[in-house]
């Protein structure tokens, strides 16, 4: 991580360099007319530069938040997976043995006026009617287990996706619940979930670019929660995931009753490399991403927050996509 951060901040300043070039205050700023084609193409390349930068953050910051969460991500597959092993494992080692001994003595015990008193006694013995009742139970368990799993993985997947500028039909709440699953095993001990999902027509969007917005959301809910628990008083927080939709937009909010964001840093919270995090926990890009991503969208994020009660983000995107500039013509 540290490695593509220095690459990153490398080229930020290569860029950075090359436009003071451009426009260098030693020199005067040339006249349409004088504009030559080499510095057309090398505007060009710097534009080319500058966008490639921009994915290698976004793909730096996802796999960051990747790492951050392998742990946890590892234990959500681990638990339904423990279930389906060891059921499977009763099944085959023991409730599969007593059926066949059931059947083999049914096969071996003669005809005659006492078979059916003794096909009950050994029912009972070996306990058929309850291991077919419990078998039943396990495989629609271990069903359960493997369809959260895959649910997990399509989340990764989702979030993992090669970047494209795609947009595609796709709806709100499978986005913010990819995210949600992602980022569960953190969740889930801080905090309370309340969903509040309204049904909204699709929008069209970037679903793996929006699960990292929201991911990030969740993820620095989470965070603004854990300072403020006590096991005696609070041993839980609370996080509202809200989906709406206006006549033009779809609607998603974030909010938590965490510790809140003060005054003096509301207004710096999506400026690049800004963090109140100490030194090795946060590179201060999360949030950046997060408003340039709603921004490709032609979308719009805002944030209300009281320092000690709580923070609300509120994003906003289009329903149908509009490429920039079209809006204005």
């Not at 490695?3 to 950075?16: G, N, R």
């Not at 990819?178 to 069209?204: D, G």
């Not at 032609?298 to 809006?327: A, C, W």
Request: net charge negative; aromatic share 6%.
């Amino acid at each position: 991580m540290k490695q593509s951060l220095d690459t990153i901040i490398t080229l930020l300043s290569s860029i950075d360099s090359n436009l003071k070039g451009l426009t260098g205050s030693n020199a005067p700023a040339p006249k349409p007319a004088e504009v030559t084609t080499h510095e057309v193409v090398k505007d060009s390349a710097i534009e080319s530069e500058l966008k490639n930068t921009q994915l290698m953050l976004l793909h730096s910051e996802k796999m960051a938040s990747l790492g951050s969460m392998a742990a946890g991500v590892a234990h959500e597959l681990n638990n339904p997976l423990a279930w389906i092993l060891s059921n499977f494992q009763i099944i085959g080692e023991k409730y599969i043995r007593n059926l066949k001994e059931f059947f083999d003595l049914i096969d071996e015990y003669p005809d005659g006026p006492d078979f059916r008193e003794f096909l009950s006694r050994e029912r009972k013995r070996l306990k058929i009617d309850f291991m077919l009742e419990d078998i039943v139970n396990m495989l629609q368990e271990s069903t359960e287990g493997a369809l959260k799993m895959r649910k997990i993985v399509e989340g990764l997947r989702s979030f993992a996706r090669a970047e494209g500028d795609d947009f595609i039909e796709a709806a709100m709440s499978d986005i913010v619940d990819n995210a949600l699953s992602i980022a569960f095993n953190q969740v889930k001990y801080v905090a309370n979930i309340h969903k509040e999902y309204q049904s909204i027509p699709p929008a069209i969007v970037v679903p793996s670019q929006l699960s990292q917005v929201y991911l990030n959301l969740i993820i620095n809910a989470v965070q603004a929660i854990k300072p403020t628990l006590n096991k005696a008083t609070r041993p839980m927080g609370n996080l509202w995931l809200r989906i709406k939709s206006d006549e033009e937009n779809a609607i998603v909010e974030v909010t938590d009753d965490g510790s809140g964001i003060s005054p003096q840093n509301i207004s710096r919270i999506f400026d690049p490399f800004f963090t109140t995090k100490v030194v090795g926990e946060g590179t201060g890009l999360g949030l950046h991403i997060v408003y340039n991503i709603v921004q490709k969208h032609n979308g719009n994020i805002t944030v209300d927050s009281k320092e000690g009660e709580g923070t609300t983000f509120r994003v906003s995107v289009p329903l149908i996509h509009k490429e920039s500039g079209e809006e204005n013509g």
